[in-house]
């Protein structure tokens, strides 16, 4: 096992290899027209993006669906519980998508200004939001 206090160092994933996680863990991928930005549905193994979305949208929307597959989450109808799930789903993507590394690249070329942040990184400004709210949350 590793020490606890020693992370693996993971690119950030593109859209590429989000297609690939999805591949490799049975996940079909398809697209909708309208509505919520995306979905997963766990009994057919299957995540949905909408058509219209942007690049960084539609990355950052894949990647929460495929958190919510990786981690087999249904939908339970309990508040609390699905809004955790989210949560969760929010931090992996976060994760997956952006490295210490990258960030402080970013930030060195455009500053903190999280738009000016998230449009350096491919990302949503939710997603810097959250993945800021992890590191923070480390480094206290």
């Not at 989000?18 to 490799?24: E, P, S, V, W």
């Not at 699905?82 to 210490?100: G, N, Q, S, V, Y």
């Not at 060195?108 to 590191?135: D, F, K, M, Q, S």
């Amino acid at each position: 096992t590793r020490h606890p206090t020693t992370r693996r160092r993971a690119p950030n994933l593109t859209t590429d290899d989000l297609h690939r996680l999805a591949d490799t863990i049975g996940v079909r991928i398809a697209s909708h027209d309208s509505g919520e930005k995306g979905w997963y549905e766990h009994g057919t193994r299957t995540v949905s993006v909408r058509r219209d979305l942007a690049a960084a949208n539609l990355r950052c929307t894949l990647a929460h669906e495929l958190a919510h597959a990786v981690a087999g989450d249904e939908p339970t109808g309990i508040a609390w519980l699905d809004a955790r799930m989210e949560r969760i789903a929010d931090e992996r993507a976060a994760r997956w998508l952006i490295t210490p590394a990258a960030y402080a690249a970013a930030e060195t070329l455009v500053g903190p200004h999280p738009g000016a942040l998230a449009r350096e990184l491919g990302v949503t400004i939710h997603v810097l939001t959250t993945w800021r709210g992890l590191h923070e949350r480390q480094a206290a």
